[in-house]
Structures are given as C-alpha cells and as structure tokens.
C-alpha cells in the first residue's frame, strides 16, 4: 500500500524558515516523480513543486521560486520541502504528492499544516 | 499560466440525479485534464486523468468528456457518498493548475 506520511509543519514567523519531510513506503520510491501541493484555508490546491525520479530535474511555481527548494533521498525513500522568507500567504496544508502520470497526482500523503504568523 | 476556468462553484442536487461540472481552459490542453474528489478535512482523490480514463476504484458512475478548451466531469446518478468538492487540473504545461472547485451538496 503506497503510503506518505508529511511532518514538519507547525508556526513559524514571516520571514522565518521550515522544512518538510515526506517519509514514502509501499513503492519504489526511486522510480517515480514527486510534488508537493499546497491547499490555504478554505481555498483551492495550488501546485508548489516537482522533482524529477532522480533529482535531476526540478519545477517551481512562481509563487514559491527563489524561497523555497524542493529535494529528495532515494536511500530514504524520502521527500523534502524547504521554505524559506515564509510570508503569511505561504499559510496553508501542505500535501506530498506521487505523480502517476507527469502533473498528474495518484497519491496523496494525508498534509502538513504550515502557519505563518507573527 | 494556463487558467482553469470551473463551473459552476457549487451546485446542490438530489440523490440519483444526474449532475455535470465543467472545466474551462484559457488555452487547449489536448485532453491533459485531470479530476479530482476532495471531501472535507481529507486529501484530494484523483478520480480520472486524461479527460476521461476512469481511475482504478473509481465508481463507474463518473465519466468525464470533452476535448481542447472544454471538458465535463459527469456524476451519472448522484450518490449521497458524493457530497465533495471537485476540481479540475491540467497537465499540459507548467505551471500545473487547478480549478477553483466546484462543492457539490446533497438535498
């Protein structure tokens, strides 16, 4: 059973710093893409961040570029998130996410919430 | 960026009745359009990807169509498990984006 499980999440001050971790099981990590999704309050999803199987290729949304970086560990079968100049919009679930197809999310993790908040 | 246009933004309708969405692109996307089931406090669910290709465990009663700027999501006999909200997302090109979601509720 494909399984990811987030962390990471909690307060943090505008300006301040976070980084999440996604923790995958039940599959070949190593094989497939990875993303991380991003859901405000009460609003829509919003695509943050693809990586490639192997860490070579890398896609930020333009809301995100520049502050935040997105990694993985295939020895760990893990994903990674870290943000940085986190402003009040950044506030939201975020969601790790297993690509079946490219762009195309067939597995969730159950999210991380992320407030930022003075 | 490519916008993703949904329709309506809620709708309320009977149990088996026949219910649609629609999704607009702001450009053709050459069917890369995904749907997806969110219920309240859970993650999405994708329940069809290239405009109609039903996912594996996905109730046979959904069934998606459409073709270039315009597709449709179609609950064929509504069932009262299928109170969510649904959103359309397209994967032709970077950015990836959603719609804004459309809540569906049971009367």
């Known amino acids: 059973e494909v399984q990811l499980v987030e962390s990471g999440g909690g307060l943090v001050q505008p300006g301040g710093s976070l980084r999440l971790s996604c923790a995958a099981s039940g599959f070949t990590f190593s094989s497939y893409e990875m993303n991380w999704v991003r859901q405000a309050p009460g609003k829509g999803l919003e695509w943050v961040s693809y990586i490639s199987s192997s860490g070579t290729t890398i896609h930020y949304a333009d809301s995100v570029k520049g502050r935040f970086t997105i990694s993985r560990d295939n020895a760990k079968n893990s994903l990674y998130l870290q943000m940085n100049s986190l402003r009040a919009e950044d506030t939201a679930v975020y969601y790790c996410?297993?690509?079946?197809?490219?762009?195309?999310?067939?597995?969730w993790g159950q999210g991380t919430l992320v407030t930022v908040s003075s | 960026d490519i916008q993703m246009t949904q329709s309506p933004s809620s709708l309320s309708a009977s149990v088996r009745d026949r219910v649609t969405i629609t999704c607009r692109a702001s450009?053709?996307?050459?069917?890369?359009l995904a749907w997806y089931q969110q219920k309240p406090g859970k993650a999405p669910k994708l329940l069809l990807h290239?405009?109609?290709t039903l996912e594996s465990g996905a109730p046979s009663r959904f069934s998606g169509s459409g073709s270039g700027t315009d597709y449709t999501l179609t609950i064929s006999s509504l069932q009262p498990e299928d109170s969510a909200t649904y959103y359309c997302q397209q994967s032709y090109g970077l950015p990836w984006t959603f719609g804004h979601g459309t809540k569906v509720e049971i009367k």
């Open positions: 290239a405009a109609s």
């Open positions: 996410a297993r690509s079946i197809y490219s762009g195309i999310v067939g597995y």
């Open positions: 450009q053709g996307i050459s069917n890369s």
